[in-house]
């Protein structure tokens, strides 16, 4: 059984591509497939923790954590903010941290000051 001879459907074989190019959902606002999310700042927020200030730290690693659920979710925007805040409490752990030192070297000093006075 041979199909020649048959004519083929009014219009071709299939519909046509629709206005604008291309089959399925236009792309997502906000960096269209496959871009890439902000940096999370993960490495800088643990590195903070652990050589600055603990409790800051703690909060820069939870912002950070949160950039890539953010932008999985569709949250560009949020996981945008998230990171700004990240490097907000990163920076804010650095200061506390030098702080910390600066406080330590002048009562260490104070110390060795008021030591070598009263001998």
Same mark, same amino acid.
């Given at each position: 059984?041979?199909?020649?001879?048959?004519?083929?459907?009014?219009?071709?074989?299939?519909?046509?591509?629709? =206005?604008?190019?291309?089959?399925?959902?236009?792309?997502? =606002?906000?960096?269209?497939?496959?871009?890439?999310?902000?940096?999370?700042?993960?490495?800088?927020?643990?590195?903070?923790?652990?050589?600055?200030?603990?409790?800051?730290?703690?909060?820069?690693?939870?912002?950070?954590?949160?950039?890539?659920?953010?932008?999985?979710?569709?949250?560009?925007?949020?996981?945008?903010?998230?990171?700004?805040?990240?490097?907000?409490?990163?920076?804010?752990?650095?200061?506390?941290?030098?702080?910390?030192?600066?406080?330590?070297?002048?009562?260490?000093?104070?110390?060795?000051?008021?030591?070598?006075?009263?001998?």
């Amino acid at each position: 059984m041979t199909d020649q001879g048959s004519v083929p459907p009014p219009g071709g074989y299939g519909a046509p591509p629709p =206005p604008g190019g291309g089959y399925g959902a236009p792309p997502p =606002p906000g960096g269209g497939y496959g871009a890439a999310p902000p940096d999370n700042k993960l490495v800088w927020s643990i590195l903070a923790t652990i050589f600055c200030c603990l409790p800051l730290g703690i909060v820069a690693i939870i912002k950070s954590a949160e950039v890539n659920s953010k932008w999985a979710a569709g949250d560009h925007a949020g996981a945008q903010q998230s990171a700004a805040d990240a490097g907000k409490w990163i920076k804010w752990s650095v200061i506390a941290g030098i702080a910390a030192i600066v406080l330590y070297v002048v009562f260490i000093v104070g110390l060795g000051v008021l030591s070598s006075t009263t001998n």
